[in-house]
């Protein structure tokens, strides 16, 4: 069942990523043709073009995360997901994999669209030129910082984003739910707003509190990657633990 509805999410949000996606790259293309033909005030309007679709897709992400989740979840369209044969966890589930899949795509995006803009500057070229040694001296350097562990560490790091990333939309999503209690039924958006603040606030001190707990210093670079790692899906399980049992437990959609 949770194939069926992510299937349902993709579909719904394609509708909104994909077009401008599109854009971007036809945008891309016709900034550098313009560029290329010495036709300064189309590549200046195109230009400005890009920069404003590019943060249209940073502000659409973060709607689209609030209102699939909002919307969908909590609100109106939340009476009929909850008469469908599943675990609230599977509606949950949808919805963060849903967010990761396009903001993976939104970052393959950004770069093909700066490889179009950039591809024959002469300071690409170069970059392209000199990434060989540059990276075979940062395998060299993680080598030695990590006692060779080069798949393990690159593992880990690519873990860690993806984590990070879960992390921040649980935050939001757990906000969200907190304003749907029950006893906030007259101030939900305000509620979850704070709610955003607060959780932001809780989490830099308990990282703090743990940091002045736990001797970083002293670990190698790789254990100090995997307890990284272990404590955001902690973080990552609690939060939600957190949003499962108040959409399962506490739910308010009137």
Known sequence: MLGKLLKYEIKATSRTFLPIYGALILVALVNRLFRMGNIDLGFGLTTLILVGLFVALGVLTLIVTIQRFNRNLLGDEGYLMFTLPVEPSQLIFSKIITTVIWGILSGIVGVMTFVILLGDYQIFKEFIDAW???WNELMRGIEEEFNGQVVLVSFSILVIGILSY???I????LALATGQLPIFAKHRGIISFVAFFVLNIALELIMELIGSIIPFSTMSGTTTLIVAMCGIIILDIVLFMGINY?????LNLE
């Open 132 to 134: 060989p040694q540059f």
């Open 166 to 168: 879960v992390e921040g």
């Open 170 to 173: 649980l935050m939001i999503y």
């Open 246 to 250: 108040i959409v399962s437990k506490h």
